[in-house]
């Protein structure tokens, strides 16, 4: 990342994640803000299950998509919001794990449009396996009053 | 559709949602089970936020994956799994709402991989919205022992 | 559509797609230009296969980038250029065919970003099939100057 | 990449490439072939433009889908064929360059289903800038007698 971050943002996105009900709801944790790099942490819970009893994909990009986008807010200017305009995910194995890693790093830091990429980990019996991966594209917004974070 | 829906394949959706921990997690219903479509209804609820207090786009993504998914599921001959390989989510208006319906159509059933399309809607004051579109990649998987669903 | 197309965006997407030197390179032929959805057709040419000698995928996608690109652009303001920001295509069967048949359409009309979904039909013997769809979003420039269309 | 290359893979992506018409349509090069990693160079020339004189992303989306296709290919058992089943592309900046470099790498080697990830960048004045990024899912066809490559 050519781009500097943003002082305080570890402050500014710990503040944002605190207020997104649906971490509380599936039991994320922000484990690690850098520069342009987020990390996540999800516990497996049974209620996190599709029908095969793997995490559901959507949970899954629930974090992911977190991850993403904080990447992505540690660059942004004072006084701005994001918003998420697109993602993809590939599912590359099923999501087997005691835990779930969500790591989010910014790709392309731009004035409006921004890119991160992000990869899910499953951990189990002390391995660590590469289940999803993800492409998120947000955009700056600086015009919108009362939108921050 | 050209493609004939599996005799019994209402039973089996219901069976396979029943199945999802992460649909009881986020309260969403099965409402609607045709051959080829299927619609999911998500009441907004305070614990899916993200950070200005609309629904987060994953919590969106976990009931549209679900509705395309077993929209696809409809199609598949007996004794046979699912597996999605990727979708997309293209996000196009804030998930404000009062509850989110969430509409899944397979565009192309083949053999191996099938294509579903999504459309998540807003309802508010009376007032329908797109607000989010999906689309779908799955495998159908007929060589897994155990794996039906 | 409940936006409405600029006046004069008939002669604007004829002025722009003439300057694509890749519409040339390929054999393209812009066909339909209505407000919100544009048609291009592609006649099949040895010189577009990939290794089965059927269409190849990239040769297919610039087509109906051009044709999702100019549907949207029939809504933009004067004086605005479009720049594309992402695209997906879903390729559900080969390109076998004597001509592609390309058509882009708005899908959500925004201030900034827009969605368009395309079509791509091959047309073999009378026969017409549907072999591969794109979801592409854009973003309308308005403040860099001599960049229109 | 943990999976191993199938032996005689460069001289059947050579063979490959070679049968594509595309590629001598748009004058792309195949400049490196290595176990899960193909690169291919396209020389900029005024019949690749879009409307605003850079390189049409169409045109990029090919030399692109064929390097990300090639680098899967390698890995590949002998007598398979591949079929990509939906790509995404992500594009960052103008194509503005004399000579685009397309680097596909291969992310994920399924037995029926592999991912790979595509760059490409943009050659001007001696320096080099990322312009596009991809991400293609392929499928292995064991099946299909006659469809090799």
Do not use: W
């Not at 402050?11 to 342009?36: N, Y």
Request: aromatic share 8%.
């Amino acid at each position: 990342m050519s781009t500097f971050a943003t002082p305080g943002f570890e402050d500014r996105v710990k503040e944002s994640f605190a207020k997104q009900g649906a971490m509380s709801l599936i039991g994320a944790r922000l484990v690690r803000v850098e520069a342009g790099e987020v990390e996540i942490h999800l516990p497996f819970k049974s209620e996190h299950t599709q029908q095969h009893g793997f995490l559901h994909a959507g949970i899954l990009t629930t974090a992911l998509d977190s991850a993403c986008g904080y990447a992505t807010y540690t660059l942004f200017p004072l006084g701005t919001g994001i918003l998420t305009i697109e993602f993809k995910v590939n599912l590359l194995a099923p999501g087997d794990g005691e835990l779930f890693r969500m790591v989010g790093k910014v790709r392309k830091a731009g004035r409006t449009i921004s890119l991160a990429e992000g990869e899910a980990y499953a951990l189990k019996r002390g391995k660590e396996k590469l289940v999803a991966t993800m492409t998120a594209t947000t955009m700056t917004m600086t015009d919108r009053i009362g939108v921050v974070g």
